[in-house]
């Protein structure tokens, strides 16, 4: 599988340390799905994206949404499990990160993450 490193050029700060970029329909389906959490450096991507769920899930996380240049188009802290997350159509990747991400490197929306890919 392939990862990517994140992180927020914006304030400096890694998001993720070994992040899965979901590939394929499988993988893009079942997510996180199954497992019961994410831990620090942990996180999926998913591209192209405008829009996921937590249905199943069974933890918290933080999710960003991303537009094509990497910009944060919004940011969801504390995403809850069973929940429809908003569609934007401007969006291309969603981030879904452990709880407390977005907080511990002071992601908001604006800021530019990159995705350094890991092979």
């Known amino acids: 599988m392939d990862t990517v490193r994140i992180v927020d050029r914006t304030t400096g700060k890694e998001l993720a340390s070994r992040a899965v970029v979901a590939r394929g329909v499988l993988a893009r389906l079942l997510g996180l799905l199954g497992r019961s959490g994410l831990s620090p450096g942990e996180g999926m991507v998913f591209r192209p ?27 969801l802290p504390g995403f809850p499990p ?17 709880l407390g991400a977005i907080a511990g490197a002071g992601t908001a929306p604006g800021h530019r993450i990159e995705l350094e890919e890991r092979r």
């Open 49 to 75: 994206c405008k829009g996921i769920h937590t249905l199943g899930m069974r933890f918290p996380i933080d999710v960003l949404y991303l537009d094509g240049k990497g910009i944060v188009l919004k940011a």
């Open 82 to 98: 069973m929940r429809l997350g908003p569609y934007l159509r401007r969006a291309q990747v969603v981030v879904e990160l452990p």
